[in-house]
């Protein structure tokens, strides 16, 4: 794996359907070769953590998730001791008598033992990749024992002793800037910032993912959401959102856009009610400029 | 990678200067940074120019700013980097028959040495600036540069943040392992028969503070008004529930504006949307809007307020008393913030100003970083702790 070429990322990505640019497929490049972790960022829906799943698809390795929330600390991040299952097991074996240091060594051995993904992943047997996911929502405590396990790639539990990886695993961590992260967490890490494609990149985008798409309308959604990123909305739709409104524009079997259409299917695009309002209002002017209402006027 | 930077062959030497021009605008390159841009550098077998420049982005960029500033930097320095080498070598070819010529390029050179700030006197006075942190503090908000804006907005960040993480007395449960709650524990294991299989912890309750900022944008705020949406910006970025309004013969919302646009483009949207930015003002309509829009659904005994105003009101004072009144009796606090505050010979006296002055729990002057310190520290005080003359 580590004699991976740059050009050769680049065709894997194409394989697996991702359509990105440069900088993407050399972050990847990049974050393999040093051996770090990439951090990357940007709006909600264009694809930060597909990079993820593209990535261990197309080195053949499994893909171990962290998600992150408010209030996730290590006993979830790392390992945990199956209490339930080692009460159980201490009450089936008080009948046979057994010494209490044997129980001891059992009720403390691996098989109750719950792995949690940053463990996994350091005693996993293929180099994976994990993905941190959301990192930015957990808390800053999280984040600085994160730092710590990046940094030694190794796992102390009182009862069993230091487990070392077997593999260092390839990290990448996302965020959407809800929170500020730590300069010492980006420090440790490559950066890439994946913004909003532009209309060509969208459109292949679309006709990827959605290959029954015509060749017309997969043009007019990604003129059509182009500029709709335009208006100032509180809640911007990603490329997640383009591709699900082409799939349902698809399976109705459309293959134009017209007003009544796009104004009965904004809800696949828009989140938000105001947003909703908002673009109800500039509706017309929009369409105008995808070129739609020339047809129905 | 070892062999490239002890070889500090001309590449690598530019590598340097570059990261080191990346510093000084702010990029957070260290010595390990420099290693990876190397390193990188090296992985690449063909060194296509856009590679190159992807490659470097990638490692030397830490943030989404750094990230989309990259390309106008790297352009830049190269540009500047070209320009002098030509010099240089042209000053080599004619300093035998020109020396005073030479001399001229020589300059330029230095020059250029200069504008890469690589002269340790440079690196000196800007260290020295720094420690100018005391004198910053007393400096008036009318008179703030770009830079010490910025590092204002940092202190002020910081600060708002200690006050905003208040924990309260009472506890809840948490996922967090930090302290059994041993009554909720033995209750849980009732229902398996008295073993205890599942522990539960708690923590301390936090107490969040609500803020609501109405913030006037009027002709007569202009020389603060730029600090205020600053000092918005830096409140919302340290508060989760906090409300923001901006008015001048108008109230706009700009809560949604603040929270999702860098500072920049936040100020340009805002100064786009309100059209009477700058304009007079009728501070007492716009908190009447205010309190018949918002008051129920914003305003309650955790709310405080906070008013940036200078108080020069141009409406009918009845309107800017009933609004104020209303104000006062459902939130917690009202605190008023008057830039004119600083000037020795300050009293209320703007009828506006005197009018709001029986329902404003603290008149505080905001004209400097000191000030304002006084003014967030007294933000978690109970409404009759807070000292109502405060304000010289």
Redesign the interface.
């Known amino acids: 794996m580590k004699d991976i070429?740059?050009g050769q990322i680049q065709k894997m990505l194409h394989q697996q359907g991702y359509i990105g640019d440069?900088?993407i497929a050399?972050?990847i490049?990049?974050a393999m070769?040093?051996e770090?972790p990439l951090l990357i960022?940007g709006p909600a829906g264009v694809g930060k953590t597909e990079v993820a799943k593209v990535m261990a698809k197309a080195l053949h390795t499994d893909l171990i998730r962290l998600q992150c929330y408010e209030?996730?600390?290590s006993?979830?991040a790392l390992y945990e001791w199956n209490?339930?299952h080692q009460?159980l097991y201490l009450k089936m074996q008080e009948e046979k008598g057994q010494n209490a240091k044997a129980l001891e060594e059992t009720i403390f051995s691996e098989r109750f033992l719950l792995k949690r993904p940053i463990l996994q992943a350091i005693t996993h047997s293929k180099k994976p990749v994990l993905l941190i996911d959301e990192i930015d929502r957990s808390d800053e405590e999280f984040e600085s024992f994160l730092l710590e396990v990046l940094s030694d790639w190794q796992v102390t539990i009182p009862e069993i002793g230091t487990i070392s990886a077997t593999h260092k695993p390839q990290i990448i961590l996302t965020g959407n800037?809800t929170r500020?992260l730590s300069?010492a967490l980006?420090?440790r890490?490559?950066?890439?910032?994946i913004d909003y494609p532009d209309f060509e990149k969208e459109l292949a985008i679309v006709k990827t993912k959605v290959p029954e798409v015509d060749a017309k309308l997969g043009q007019q959604i990604c003129v059509f959401m182009k500029e709709l990123r335009q208006l100032?909305l509180?809640k911007t739709p990603g490329i997640s959102e383009t591709i699900d409104w082409a799939r349902a524009l698809v399976s109705m079997h459309l293959t134009h856009l017209d007003k009544q259409t796009v104004e009965d299917t904004l809800g696949v695009v828009l989140k938000d009610w105001q947003d909703m309002r908002h673009t109800r209002d500039a509706l017309s002017e929009l369409l105008e400029k995808t070129g739609v209402v020339s047809r129905i006027g | 990678m070892q062999n490239l930077i002890e070889r500090q062959t001309e590449l690598s030497g530019n590598i340097v200067l570059l990261c080191r021009f990346l510093r000084k605008k702010g990029f957070p390159v260290s010595v390990i940074e420099e290693a990876d841009a190397l390193s990188a550098l090296s992985l690449l077998s063909v060194r296509r120019e856009k590679e190159f420049k992807e490659a470097l982005k990638i490692v030397l960029s830490k943030n989404q700013y750094q990230f989309k500033k990259f390309d106008g930097y790297y352009h830049e320095f190269w540009d500047q980097l070209s320009k002098a080498v030509d010099s240089k070598t042209k000053e080599n070819l004619e300093r035998k028959n020109k020396r005073s010529e030479a001399k001229q390029q020589e300059i330029r050179f230095d020059s250029l040495k200069n504008w890469l700030n690589l002269k340790p006197s440079e690196e000196e006075k800007a260290v020295s600036s720094y420690s100018d942190f005391e004198a910053l503090t007393k400096k008036n908000f009318s008179d703030l540069n770009e830079e010490e804006m910025q590092l204002m907005m940092r202190l002020l960040e910081k600060l708002a943040r200690s006050v905003a993480h208040q924990k309260s007395r009472l506890r809840k449960v948490s996922k967090k392992r930090n302290k059994i709650d041993l009554k909720r524990t033995i209750r849980l294991s009732m229902r398996k028969g008295g073993d205890i299989q599942k522990l539960v912890y708690s923590e301390r309750k936090e107490k969040k503070l609500k803020l609501v900022l109405l913030c006037d944008v009027s002709k007569s705020m202009d020389l603060y008004s730029r600090f205020f949406v600053h000092l918005i910006y830096a409140f919302q970025n340290a508060y989760d529930k906090i409300e923001t309004f901006v008015f001048s013969t108008a109230l706009h919302r700009v809560t949604a504006i603040l929270d999702n646009y860098e500072f920049d483009k936040a100020f340009d949207i805002i100064s786009d949307r309100v059209p009477h930015w700058s304009g007079g003002t009728t501070i007492g309509s716009c908190l009447q809007d205010f309190v018949s829009g918002y008051e129920h659904s914003l305003l309650d005994k955790k709310t405080i307020v906070f008013i940036l105003s200078d108080g020069w009101d141009t409406g009918e004072p009845i309107v800017m008393k009933d609004a104020m009144k209303a104000i006062y009796k459902t939130s917690r606090k009202v605190i008023w913030l008057n830039p004119l505050g600083g000037s020795a010979n300050f009293s209320p006296d703007a009828l506006g100003m005197k009018t709001a002055l029986p329902y404003i729990d603290l008149l505080a002057s905001a004209h400097n970083l000191e000030s304002l310190k006084q003014a967030i520290l007294l933000l978690p005080k109970k409404r009759s702790l807070v000292n109502h003359t405060s304000y010289l």
Do not use: A, I, P, V
Not at chain 1, 189 to 193: A, G, P, R, S
């Open positions: 070429e740059l440069g900088s050399m972050s490049f990049l070769k040093l770090k960022e209030g996730l600390d006993t979830h209490y339930q009460l800037r500020e300069e980006r420090r890490c490559l950066y890439l910032w100032k509180e």
